[in-house]
């Protein structure tokens, strides 16, 4: 998976990577800003969706579409497709242009609305990376975890980054009897759900 990666996914990743670390150090608005995850935690994200249980793979928070594009190489190799939620205008466009430059758009869904309302309609899911607002975990972990297959794997960014705002939901997961759950220290800190 990571040693054939294709030339037109490796220039718009390299792309996304200049323009987050450019936008993290010139005073872009955090709205504006891309807030990626770091390539280990592509990397990990993509092996863990490659090894989720048949079901749907979904992505709630997808700036410009960095993440999505590590989660689409797993989708090249299970032949899955992922549906990936971004609430922003500005933001939906960039991802839009991600996806046809890269070219994964026959493997991407990009719907452009608030995951949160939109979220019912997604059962049976094999694979979520959560990826939003960190006031909207709660909810968000609440409306997944029902809906994951036996099997089925939630990962949610920021753990370590933002624990002391996501600590409730940090110690819900954790105690959650529905799911055996873990964090990891890589990146900004993942934490990671398997539906029992
Ligand atoms: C941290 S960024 C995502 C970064 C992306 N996962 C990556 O690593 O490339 C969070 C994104 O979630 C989007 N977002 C926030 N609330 C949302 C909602 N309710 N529904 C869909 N997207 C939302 C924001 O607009 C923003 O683009």
């Known amino acids: 998976m990571f040693h054939d990666i294709p030339q037109t996914m490796l220039t718009r990743m390299h792309e996304l990577e200049q323009m987050d670390l450019r936008d993290r150090g010139d005073g872009t608005s955090r709205l504006k800003r891309l807030r990626q995850i770091p390539a280990e935690v592509g990397k990990f994200i993509a092996l863990l969706a490659a090894a989720a249980p048949d079901g749907r793979c979904i992505e709630i928070g997808t700036s410009a579409g960095y993440s999505t594009l590590w989660i689409a190489l797993a989708c090249r ?61 709660d909810r968000c972990y609440e409306a997944v975890v029902p809906c994951l297959v036996k099997g089925g794997l939630l990962v949610a960014d920021n753990a370590t980054s933002h624990q002391a705002s996501l600590r409730p939901m940090l110690e819900r997961a954790l105690r959650d009897e529905r799911v055996d759950a873990i964090i990891v220290p890589i990146g900004h800190g993942e934490l990671m759900c398997r539906k029992r």
Request: net charge negative.
């Open 77 to 137: 190799i299970t032949g899955r497709t992922v549906t990936t939620f971004e609430i922003l205008d500005e933001k939906a466009e960039l991802a839009r242009a991600t996806f046809e430059a890269a070219g994964v758009a026959d493997v991407v869904e990009l719907i452009h609305g608030d995951a949160l309302n939109l979220l019912a309609d997604c059962k049976g899911i094999g694979f979520c990376f959560l990826d939003a607002e960190k006031e909207l975990y």
